[in-house]
């Protein structure tokens, strides 16, 4: 099934990979027409004792095996544009369904999983097809040609093909469909070996801390022989193949010999044929080999094509709506009756019954606790999730119905697990304003506060920053984020706890760069109660609920919850 | 994944000394393995050699009548193949998953030995390879190219013996072709390397765009980027695109180019074979046996070059296997151990029991309680030579005490906590524990004493009690219970859908950081540790929640000396001490009030949180 889905993928490369397969059948047909002219060689020449006739057949041959060579040289070549094709193919085509995902798709899936099914899945793949093309083709054309051959040589000798072939057919579809179960379930526990390593590696301070060393060592003690008794059991099965093989191919030169013998003595066979005859075993058996391998080799890439297809079948959750509003007229929010859950299926509502009203170029500050779903109200404005019911407003206009990537532009936001990209500084930056010059760069870094560490750098602009911004501490990380979305010159900024790693001074700072943006409506998600104190609004988020709106003021008077935030907050001020 | 590695090992007598430990456990399978081979190899020679007596004696002869004995003498070598042959194959499977086994379970064990050093140098994915990649290609060399080389190797001489019996002036020709053959097969070798490096090279950089791109998937909605990195993409798989095709054009021409060449020696053979039985140079019956071997001469070839990149590649990822066991594990030198004793009428005496009270039991058996008096002596540490973290600490905790990190990230107060349970050694200068030098007490002892809650907090695949006793292994329920409930995790737990036996997905992903944080707290309170030392361990817990901890962690604290680090001013109010550091000095040191009547660093901090209110 996933195969088949997948398979489609060969896509524009589909004649390169029939021509493959047609110069392969051509390659087998000259090579097994060679015992053909061979046997003529013994029975017609030597018996003649025809020397030119020898000589006529031998440059015969000389041709088949130029010839075979021609096409095994085009063949490779094809073969190489069609499966290297399909590969590049089908990474494009995860890649570019992974772009249109919406947050609640790239949930589903973990980072990690995500980059295999783009690299060693499509890897699989692409070698399955190219190590599989040459064998799946060659193998019925041979095994079609070789009894075709040794029939034309000898009809009744050839019959022992007949019996043959099917016994070995026979054994070896039963030792497949045998051993296909069982490669889940080698799968399966090499996984669990996997994950228990991989758990034991990143929790290594835990183990060493805690004296566990011999606790792990127990645990993958079993995990381990769970996989050693099943991949012995699956590669015995496996390697019954080989002398299934080989019994019956054994069983048909010796039966050949038999009969072959019998009809020489009574003058119905000439020496030639029979050796002719016996050539072709080896070759006719060994297709049914090729043919097992490659079905082997599949059947260990079924997984890879399934964690494919299910990046490919993801349906992206938001739709762009028909005739999208292209601007955003002003910075207003507005949530009305908004309640939200990340799944369809999910029992409780993450965010339920919230109501707020935002105006343009306001502050706000949002405190609560741990999981009350503070990030998730943000991430609702730019349209990261769809509402479950209700709606989100801006600039008046519900969220969906804006173009997607219009609404992104007008509202920015500094995510609260952010990344840079390997690359300069400018770079970076440059994400937030394609064309902005050194001189808007600087101006958006100075208001991050970024430009003090920048400016310390040799580089400046240029430094380079790492894969995934190695190069700097977590506090100029969050700086050159800000910094990137400021250039964006958002309507609406969000700061989803965004400065968590800068020193309360250094906010303090940024926040009064903020201040000189007026029309910008600000949003801010703290833990510090001093990052927001200043805001023309705080709403205290609890549960999934909007536990109360106001000032500092207002909420330190009537707000037990927001007092109680204070006074841990602010205990040592009070004794002072 | 079996890639085309291009890694030839680079040490081989030492990796196959390490590989031969291992197969030597297994001598007697591996020599009936190597025997059986052998018989199987030779039947299939002597099986087609049988053609030329079947044919001029058995059926030329007595007008036919032995033809019987000949073919029976041809099915006897046969079956006695195809036997080995199923008695080998199932052998080697065994034995090759028992020594894979054998490997997998040595290798954790030892890289869990190694010093942190290691681990922080060293990236995850790089050890996980070893795993996965190295052990597979081991594996997969053990099930298929052991057996697989030894019968073609001597299928491959045997063949050309055979070929010199029958007729040594046709095997003239034929060895050239061989000749040629491995000729151009190890040209051909060497040339596609270059290729396939080449697309290695592209791959790895193509692997590390997606990596990059997939993580910050969510950055790139967020900033509209999606068509600019879709072209950033579409450049490079075109890239990759035509290096494979490079690659697999050339080693796909190796096939071809070799049986053409065993079917131009097929052909020259064949003539002059058919010449030479004219002139009565050779009889038809050799001829015959001799087509069949030399075409059958070609197979070992391809056969033995295929095995052997296979089993180049073994090698290589078994010298990384053997290279990562060889490291030294961390040193451990110290004797002193920590037992549970019993004390009656001031005498101590040791007791295999868990008592919940601890002494220092040193070489010669004498006793000492444990008292938790730690000590820094003009500690000097950096993690690589000529770039030292902590320069000249001197600070001392007495039993019961509790003594506060506070400073920029990078001022180094993880490093001191990393020095005193010996995830690291000092420099320079020492650190004491209860009178004793950490070095001469057993690690794991030391360990045992000092409970630690990391700055990142990891959950193991179990039940969310199973994490909670990773602290304390025998812990009842009702120790789970009352250590979670000390940590305050007891009412977010009871609220999971199956409480404590609800199941901690891939690292906690289904809990939040805080509950992650309150779980490894709880994991603390269950093994009830002499020591404590949190990192920065309230960092991911809003305040609230802290403040609600803070209660329980003070029960916790009770009695014991406790080194914590943390960001927020507010939790570290209550120490004894408070250290505050910066670049790896203590600058400041003193109580909450004396910090503030000096008005230095801490005071700015202090009311740097204060001063907007």
């Given at each position: ?148 051959m040794s029939a034309f040589l000898n009809f009744r000798l050839a019959l022992v093909f007949f019996v043959c072939v099917p016994a070995l057919g026979t054994v070896l579809y039963f030792v497949l469909r045998a051993v296909a179960p069982m490669f889940s379930r080698l799968q399966r526990a090499m996984d669990r070996v996997n994950s228990a390593i991989q758990e034991n590696l990143t929790a290594i301070r835990a183990v060493k801390a805690f004296v566990r060393e011999d606790y ?99 349906e992206p959750e938001l739709k762009d709506c028909q005739n999208p509003v292209n601007t955003v007229s002003d910075g207003s929010i507005e949530f009305r009756n908004v309640s939200f859950k990340y799944s369809a299926g999910a029992e409780e509502y993450v965010l339920s019954d919230v109501n707020l009203k935002i105006k343009p170029g306001e502050t706000v500050g949002i405190l609560g606790g741990t999981g009350a779903a503070k990030t998730t109200l943000v991430q609702l404005i ?195 | ?613």
């Amino acid at each position: 099934m996933a195969l088949k889905k997948i398979a489609k993928y060969i896509g524009g490369y589909k004649r390169e990979f029939i021509i493959a397969v047609i110069f392969v059948i051509i390659e087998t047909a000259l090579e097994l027409s060679i015992p053909f002219v061979m046997s003529d060689i013994i029975d017609v020449g030597i018996k003649n004792r025809d020397i030119d006739f020898i000589l006529s057949r031998g440059i015969i041959m000389g041709i088949c095996a130029v010839l075979a060579l021609v096409t095994g040289l085009l063949y490779a070549r094809f073969s190489a544009i069609a499966s290297n094709g399909f590969g590049a193919n089908l990474r494009m085509a995860e890649y570019e369904k992974i772009q249109k995902f919406s947050f609640a798709n790239l949930d589903k899936f973990e980072t990690a999983s995500m980059v295999t099914r783009m690299t060693t899945d499509v890897t699989v793949l692409q070698r399955a097809l190219q190590t599989g093309l040459r064998p799946i083709a060659r193998s019925p054309a041979a095994l079609v040609m070789g009894v075709a051959m040794s029939a034309f040589l000898n009809f009744r000798l050839a019959l022992v093909f007949f019996v043959c072939v099917p016994a070995l057919g026979t054994v070896l579809y039963f030792v497949l469909r045998a051993v296909a179960p069982m490669f889940s379930r080698l799968q399966r526990a090499m996984d669990r070996v996997n994950s228990a390593i991989q758990e034991n590696l990143t929790a290594i301070r835990a183990v060493k801390a805690f004296v566990r060393e011999d606790y792990e060592e127990e645990k993958f003690e079993s995990v381990n022989a769970e996989l050693m008794t099943t991949s012995k059991k699956t590669f015995r099965l496996v390697a019954l193949n080989l002398p299934a093989f080989q019994f019956i191919m054994y069983t048909a030169t010796v039966l050949i010999m038999w009969f072959g013998g019998k009809l020489i003595i009574t003058g119905g066979l000439q020496v030639g044929e029979l050796t002719g005859v016996l050539s072709y075993v080896l070759q006719v058996m060994n297709t049914l080999m090729m043919i097992a391998n490659v079905i082997l080799q599949l059947t260990r890439s079924i997984a890879s094509a399934r964690r494919v297809c299910e990046i490919l079948d993801e349906e992206p959750e938001l739709k762009d709506c028909q005739n999208p509003v292209n601007t955003v007229s002003d910075g207003s929010i507005e949530f009305r009756n908004v309640s939200f859950k990340y799944s369809a299926g999910a029992e409780e509502y993450v965010l339920s019954d919230v109501n707020l009203k935002i105006k343009p170029g306001e502050t706000v500050g949002i405190l609560g606790g741990t999981g009350a779903a503070k990030t998730t109200l943000v991430q609702l404005i730019p349209r990261l999730y769809d509402v479950t019911d209700g709606a989100v407003y801006v600039g008046g206009h519900d969220v969906r119905e804006y173009d997607m990537a219009a609404l992104r532009d007008a509202v920015g936001i500094v995510l609260q697990k952010n990344v840079l990209f390997s690359g300069t500084v400018r770079d970076n930056l440059r994400w937030g304003d394609k064309t902005a010059d050194d001189d808007t760069l600087w101006e958006a870094c100075r208001t991050a506060c970024a430009d003090e560490f920048l400016e310390k750098m040799p580089n400046g602009l240029d430094t380079d920053l790492g894969q995934g911004g190695v190069n700097i501490s977590g506090g100029q990380k969050q700086r050159l984020c800000i910094a990137r979305t400021l250039l964006k010159r958002p309507k609406i900024i969000i700061f989803d706890d965004s400065t968590s790693a800068v020193d309360t001074a250094t906010e303090a700072k940024i926040r009064a760069g903020l201040a000189k943006l007026p029309d910008m409506t600000k949003i801010i998600i703290a833990q510090r109660i001093t990052s927001v104190m200043d805001t023309d609004q705080i709403i205290i988020i609890d549960e999934g609920k909007v536990h109360a709106v106001g000032t500092h003021e207002t909420l330190l008077k009537s707000d037990p919850i927001y007092q109680e935030i204070y006074q841990t907050q602010m205990r040592g001020g009070d004794e002072k | 994944m079996k890639q085309w590695s291009g890694k030839k090992p680079q040490n081989l007598k030492k990796t196959l000394g390490a590989l031969g430990a291992y197969l030597g456990r297994h001598k007697l399978m591996l020599l009936a393995v190597a025997v059986l081979v052998t018989i199987s190899a030779v039947a299939n020679l002597l099986g087609t050699f049988m053609i030329k007596p079947v044919v001029n004696v058995f059926i030329a002869q007595d007008g036919g009548a032995r033809l019987i004995t000949g073919v029976l003498i041809t099915a006897a070598i046969y079956f006695a193949g195809a036997l080995s042959a199923l008695g080998y194959t199932q052998i080697m499977v065994n034995v090759a998953q028992r020594i894979i086994y054998d490997i997998r379970r040595d290798l954790l064990s030892h890289v869990q030995k190694l010093p942190l050093k290691y681990f922080d140098t060293t990236k995850t994915g790089d050890v996980m390879s070893l795993f996965t990649n190295d052990v597979d290609t081991i594996s997969d060399a053990l099930n298929n190219s052991f057996a697989t080389l030894i019968q073609n190797a001597i299928q491959a001489v045997g063949t050309l013996i055979l070929l010199f019996v029958l007729n040594w002036k046709l095997s003239i020709v034929v060895a050239v072709c061989y000749f040629a053959m491995i000729m151009y097969i190890r040209y051909s070798g060497k040339k596609s390397k270059m290729y396939f490096n080449r697309q290695q090279n592209i791959l790895g950089e193509m692997d590390g765009y997606i990596e990059e791109m997939i993580n910050g998937q969510k950055v790139i909605k967020v900033f509209n980027h999606e068509e600019e990195n879709l072209s950033g993409f579409k450049e490079r798989c075109e890239q990759l695109r035509r290096a494979g095709t490079g690659a697999n054009t050339y080693a796909d021409t190796m096939l071809p180019a070799v049986v053409t060449l065993s079917y131009i020696n097929y052909a020259i053979v064949a003539v002059l074979g058919g010449i030479m039985a004219i002139r009565g140079q050779t009889d038809i019956g050799s001829l015959a046996s001799y087509l069949v071997f030399v075409r059958q001469s070609a197979m070992p070839i391809n056969q033995v070059t295929q095995q052997s990149n296979f089993i180049l590649s073994a090698l290589a990822g078994a010298e990384r296997i053997f290279e990562t066991m060889q490291r030294e594990p961390e040193v451990d030198d110290g004797t002193i151990q920590l037992v549970n004793v019993t004390e009656k009428d001031g005498e101590i005496t040791e007791s295999g029991k868990k008592t919940g009270r601890w002494a220092w039991k040193e070489e010669n058996g004498s006793l000492t309680p444990l008292r938790g008096d730690v000590r820094l002596k003009n500690v000097t540490f950096g993690y690589s030579p000529g770039h030292t973290i902590l320069h000249d600490i001197s600070l001392y905790a007495k039993p019961g005490q509790k003594i506060a990190f506070v400073g920029a990230t990078g001022a180094g107060k993880t490093t001191i906590t990393n020095l005193i349970n010996r995830f690291y050694d000092v420099t320079d200068g020492q650190i004491v524990f209860d009178g004793n030098d950490v070095r001469d007490i057993k690690k794991d002892s030391l360990r045992r004493s000092l409970g630690i809650v990391l700055q990142d907090t990891h959950l193991f695949n179990g039940t969310i009690a199973d994490n909670i006793r990773f602290g304390k292994l025998d812990a009842t329920m009702d120790e789970v219970i009352a250590a979670a409930k000390t940590a305050n995790a007891h009412s977010f737990i009871r609220r999971l859908p199956k409480g404590y036996d609800t199941m901690v997905l891939s690292d906690g992903a289904n809990l939040s950081q805080g509950q992650r944080q309150l779980l490894a707290i709880a994991r603390v309170a269950v093994e009830d540790p002499p020591v404590l030392i949190l990192d920065e361990a309230t960092s991911s817990i809003d305040t609230r929640t802290e403040a609600l901890i803070e209660k329980g962690m003070d029960r916790l604290m009770e009695g014991r000396t406790v080194f914590v680090i943390a960001h927020r001013l507010s939790t570290v109010r209550n120490a004894n001490a408070i250290m505050v550091m910066d670049n790896g000095r203590i600058v400041e040191r003193g109580d909450h009030d004396e910090l503030l009547a000096q008005k230095g660093l801490y005071y700015k901090l202090y009311t740097g949180l204060f001063e907007l209110s």
